[in-house]
C-alpha cells in the first residue's frame, strides 16, 4: 500500500466514496449519493491534504472506520467531524503499535495494527 499523500486523489475519492457508502449500512444512515459524493471528495482531499494522515495508508484508514463504527464512543455520524475523530483514535493506535515495535523491540507480529512503514520512492 501507498502512503495517502502519495494515492491519486480521484481513485482515493472512489475508495472513500465506497468506504462511506459501507459505514452508512453500518450504522444505519439513510443517505443520498449526492451527498456521499460530496462528503467523499472533501474528505479524500483532507486525507492527502492532512499532514498527520500523510504517511498513513488507506487500509489503516478503512480499519479506523470499521473500529470508529464499531467501538467508538460517541454516536457515528456521516460528518467529517466523526471520521477525523476515527482516523485520529486509529492513528494513535497505529503510533503506538510503530513505538512498540522499534523503541521497545516488540515482534511485528505480536504487536496488533504494526504495518511496516512504506518506503517512500521519489
Not at 23 to 29: F, Y
Request: hydrophobic content about 35%; glycine content about 4%; overall charge positive.
Amino acid at each position: 500500500m501507498k502512503p495517502l499523500k502519495q494515492e491519486n486523489l480521484q481513485e482515493l475519492t472512489d475508495k472513500v466514496y465506497d468506504l462511506l457508502t459501507k459505514t452508512k449500512i453500518e450504522i444505519g444512515h439513510n443517505t443520498d449519493g449526492k451527498t456521499l459524493a460530496q462528503l467523499s471528495k472533501l474528505f479524500a482531499e483532507d486525507l492527502m491534504k492532512e499532514k498527520r494522515f500523510g504517511n498513513m495508508t488507506f487500509n489503516q484508514i478503512q480499519d479506523a472506520f470499521r473500529l470508529g463504527v464499531r467501538f467508538g464512543k460517541d454516536e457515528p455520524f456521516l460528518n467529517i467531524r466523526t471520521f477525523y475523530k476515527w482516523v485520529y483514535a486509529h492513528k494513535k493506535v497505529v503510533d503506538d503499535a510503530y513505538y512498540e515495535v522499534k523503541t521497545l523491540g516488540k515482534a511485528p507480529k505480536t504487536v496488533p495494527y504494526y504495518q511496516e512503514p512504506v518506503k517512500l520512492l521519489l
